[in-house]
């Protein structure tokens, strides 16, 4: 129970847990929701039949103006709204609607739409204003329970990223330390080069979480990993490039490219003898995603589980980032594996 008051106290940094008021499917469910409340209203008054269709139309007249404004206002204010705490914004939006709710009485009575000369104004303000507040009251706290949800939703979903993150293979890692050891006494300056590009991928790890960073950043990071694995193997690695038309609005999650690569390492060149070559091929597909292709060649064992556990681990990270608009592919054909991450072109 104190999570909740702990939220209540700090400004949003979502957008606020109003929703966004000027997308038309929030205009209409407004619409839509101020006549099923005015058609409420006349139906809790007993009036005579010949009297309901003038009422409804009177009722549905001055809930759609305060529902139509408010909405039009709140609209405008959303920056303002998204800086406030949670109780300021929701101060601010019961405020303005009851202004709203006091001018559309006011004028109501002015141009003769309500009796007046039946009922008192003042307490046809009064109970309009009470109605107001009420209903706002609900629809306030409604909105409030979907906000905390949503932030609940949001902590789970980066506590699974950052669990699917930690899982990922250090084989890396240990090889990267025998390696640089080795070269401490036989090449100081090699040894320098890559710890500083061990040092780059670590901090990547540890700092990967629910963001995205632009593929050219990736990229740059899967040059420098297979410049460290190509001081262990030597010649038993090769590598083509083949990114040159790497589009640079595309995003991707840190770390989604390079355990491709590492698996093709692990699971294709190690095993071999002779070593082997890698592709990897960044193109458009005819659909407009962005296609990421890893081709290594095959041992004759064929791919080992850690291969299929760690591209479990990859779909899991890619669908919480894009949904299914992410897709992660592998195919065999011969002695030669492929792995193919398609991506949306802009941002998730």
């Not at 909405?71 to 303005?96: E, K, Q, V």
């Not at 609940?152 to 084989?171: C, G, N, S």
């Not at 040159?244 to 003898?273: C, D, K, T, W, Y």
Request: hydrophobic fraction near 50%; include cysteine; charged fraction near 15%.
């Amino acid at each position: 129970m104190a999570k909740p008051q702990i939220i209540a106290d700090r400004p949003s940094t979502d957008g606020g847990f109003i929703p966004d008021l000027c997308q038309p499917s929030a205009v209409l469910a407004v619409v839509v929701g101020a006549q099923l409340l005015a058609l409420l209203l006349v139906l809790a008054q007993p009036l005579p039949e010949q009297r309901f269709w003038p009422r409804l139309g009177l009722w549905s007249l001055a809930v759609q103006w305060v529902g139509l404004l408010g909405t039009a206002g709140l609209c405008a204010a959303r920056p303002l709204l998204a800086r406030l705490a949670i109780a300021g914004s929701a101060a601010l939006a019961l405020l303005w609607l009851l202004l709203l709710t006091a001018a559309t009485t006011v004028t109501a009575v002015t141009v003769q739409l309500l009796p007046a000369s039946t009922v008192s104004i003042w307490w046809l303000l009064a109970r309009n204003l009470l109605l107001t507040a009420l209903v706002t009251a609900v629809v306030l706290r409604l909105l409030y329970l979907q906000y905390l949800r949503r932030q609940r939703e949001r902590a789970h979903h980066e506590a699974r990223l950052e669990v699917l993150q930690a899982r990922m293979r250090p084989h890396f890692l240990f090889n990267s330390l025998n390696t640089i050891a080795s070269l401490t006494v036989s090449d100081p300056q090699r040894a320098e080069e890559v710890t500083l590009a061990l040092a780059d991928l670590l901090r990547v790890s540890l700092q990967a979480g629910d963001r995205l960073i632009p593929l050219t950043d990736e990229l740059d990071l899967c040059r420098r990993y297979l410049a460290m694995e190509q001081v262990r193997l030597g010649d038993r690695l090769a590598v083509d490039w083949s990114v040159a038309h790497a589009p640079v609005e595309a995003r991707v999650p840190p770390l989604s490219v390079q355990p491709l690569l590492e698996n093709a390492v692990f699971h294709g060149i190690e095993p071999l003898p002779g070593g082997g070559r890698i592709a990897l091929q960044v193109q458009w597909t005819v659909d407009g995603s962005v296609e990421i292709r890893v081709d290594n060649p095959l041992p004759v064992c064929g791919p080992g589980v850690g291969l299929h556990m760690a591209l479990a681990n990859l779909r899991a990270r890619l669908a919480g980032h894009f949904g299914a608009a992410a897709k992660l592919l592998e195919d065999t054909d011969g002695d030669r594996h492929t792995v193919r991450l398609r991506l949306p072109s802009g941002p998730a």
